[in-house]
């Protein structure tokens, strides 16, 4: 039986069920699980097999309190004709690259891959549990966890869903899909300030105690839809090792070797998910952590310090904007050796100092990881330069990290395959793409969204068309102080 511990420390162990519907640990650390399981089946016997059937095997190894019909359940609601591609994340050669495309579901972002299940081990774990509460989901967004939150959860019994996104910084696009959202129970608000204040910001609330309590007696408890929560992270792991199937299947490798995997990386839980598919024994040569101009993980990859002093930008990869990746914490876990108070004295010194440097054995652990990063000039040239080529569309963050991965190649030698996350459909970022081609200008970014589909003949994904002929349901923006007060109204 698998149990899930905080990385901070605290003693007390969590099932799967209890760290989903927590979200957040107590002293405010994430939930990972006491140990990684292995594989569940050799992956060459798994050749052919349908995404659901290997995304069910990778949860239940690590959601041993599931029982098998209730993972079948999940899986079956998740991933179903929602997703525009049959096999729901399609693994394309292009050029000399694999790249997993993970944006087919509903919001045309990767984080639908998660969220489309989350809502599901979500309400499994209240009835294993006895729940009894409304379960009300805060979420800090950088423009698409949101939306797929919003998406997942609006109409789902016994669940509210708030969701906070930075009104400058997403797109176009990102915004509408958000202020233009059904559903009885859901609440959007922008907030003047940046996805770090919005996560921050949200942290706060969970560990205040108080207003946790009050929150309580009017039967209400909160959760999180973030990738700090394990429910999040674990379904992320299956397309990995999906992908390594995938390429036994297109003869790329036989069962046994190495591949490595690039991640564009804001938060750090995608390429978290690639590690633990690595943990469980998908053969990994490297991990490469790709960034944008705000390259802190680029800096804390290559030196052992992490240090959030320093200027925030606002690129054209929105999803990517961040500061502060949660995530990291998990890693630092694992490689310290489960030390409990060291990752808390980090993340203190975090909060105090807005830096920490890691210790030695951390920092030697990170050798399976290289890291690069690409500015918005470089970005939009990768997306021409694939275009022009290999007349293949990519979004700005697949961009990214196509262009880091291309700099560590040629730096490296490396000529491991290579599989490249695809986290978005270009359209959701079509004003910047339309750009990188050169494109003339157009009046909003609906209009180019719709002038990219007449020039690639890609189709537009259905959930981003005629979004602005949608109603704006939400249009509140509240100040980067006014986090509770706004959770407190909208639950009271
Ligand atoms: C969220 C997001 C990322 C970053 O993923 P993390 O798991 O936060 O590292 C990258 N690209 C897109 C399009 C995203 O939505």
Redesign the pocket.
């Not at 564009?264 to 998910?273: D, R, S």
């Not at 979004?395 to 697949?398: E, I, P, R």
């Given at each position: 039986m698998i149990k899930y511990t905080s990385t901070r420390g605290s003693k007390s162990k969590k099932t799967a069920a209890q760290a989903v519907i927590k979200g957040i640990a107590e002293d405010k650390g994430l939930y990972v699980p006491d140990n990684i399981p292995a594989l569940p089946f050799n992956p060459a016997d798994m050749v052919g097999k349908p995404y659901k059937e290997i995304a069910k095997a990778i949860i239940a190894s690590f959601f041993t309190d599931y029982t098998d019909a209730e993972l079948q359940a999940c899986v079956d609601g998740a991933y179903d004709s929602k997703f525009e591609a049959e096999d729901i994340a399609p693994l394309i050669k292009v050029g000399d690259v694999h790249i997993l495309e993970l944006?087919h579901g509903k919001t045309a972002?990767?984080?639908d891959m998660a969220l489309s299940i989350l809502p599901y081990l979500l309400t499994t774990a209240m009835k294993k549990e006895k729940e009894d509460k409304k379960i009300a989901i805060l979420t800090a967004t950088?423009?698409?966890?949101g939306k797929a939150a919003l998406e997942g959860f609006s109409d789902v019994n016994g669940t509210e869903i708030i969701v906070f996104y930075p009104s400058i910084g997403v797109s176009e696009v990102q915004k509408r899909q958000m202020t233009t959202q059904e559903g009885a129970n859901t609440h959007v608000f922008g907030i003047e300030g940046n996805f770090d204040d919005a996560q921050t910001g949200v942290k706060k609330i969970f560990s205040d105690e108080a207003f946790n309590e009050k929150l309580n007696s009017r039967g209400i408890r909160l959760s999180s839809a973030n990738?700090i929560n394990i429910g999040r992270l674990i379904p992320?792991v299956a397309y990995y090792v999906y992908a390594y199937i995938k390429l036994i299947e297109h003869d790329i490798i036989k069962n046994g070797d190495k591949i490595n995997i690039t991640?564009?990386?804001?938060?750090?839980?995608?390429?978290?998910?690639a590690y633990y598919a690595g943990k469980m024994g998908v053969p990994v040569n490297k991990f490469i952590c790709a960034s944008n101009k705000n390259k802190v993980l680029t800096d804390f990859i290559n030196t052992g310090t992490y240090d959030t002093k320093r200027e925030f930008h606002i690129t054209n990869?929105p999803?990517?904007d961040?500061l502060i990746?949660s995530?990291l914490e998990r890693l630092l876990y694992h490689l310290c050796g489960g030390d409990g108070s060291e990752i808390s004295g980090l993340m203190e010194s975090l909060e105090k100092n807005k830096n920490y440097t890691v210790s030695d054995t951390v920092k030697t652990g990170m050798n399976d990881f290289a890291a690069g990063f690409a500015n918005e000039q470089e970005t939009l040239f990768a997306i021409a330069s694939m275009y022009n080529d290999h007349n293949y569309l990519m979004?700005?963050?697949?961009a990214v990290a196509y262009k880091v991965y291309e700099d560590y190649r040629k730096e490296t030698g490396d000529k491991t395959p290579t599989v490249i996350a695809s986290?978005?459909s270009a359209y959701?970022f079509a004003a910047s793409v339309a750009d990188a081609l050169g494109m003339p200008s157009e009046a909003n970014g609906f209009a180019y969204v719709r002038a990219l589909n007449a020039k690639t003949g890609v189709p537009v994904p259905s959930g981003l068309k005629d979004l602005d002929k949608k109603e704006i349901r939400h249009s509140d923006v509240i100040k980067k102080d006014d986090l509770m007060k706004a959770v407190d109204e909208t639950l009271s």
């Open positions: 944006y972002a990767f984080k950088s423009g698409d966890t990738s992320q991640v564009p990386t804001g938060n750090f839980g995608n390429i978290l998910a990869s999803s990517m961040i990746s995530n979004d700005t963050h697949t986290t978005a959701k």
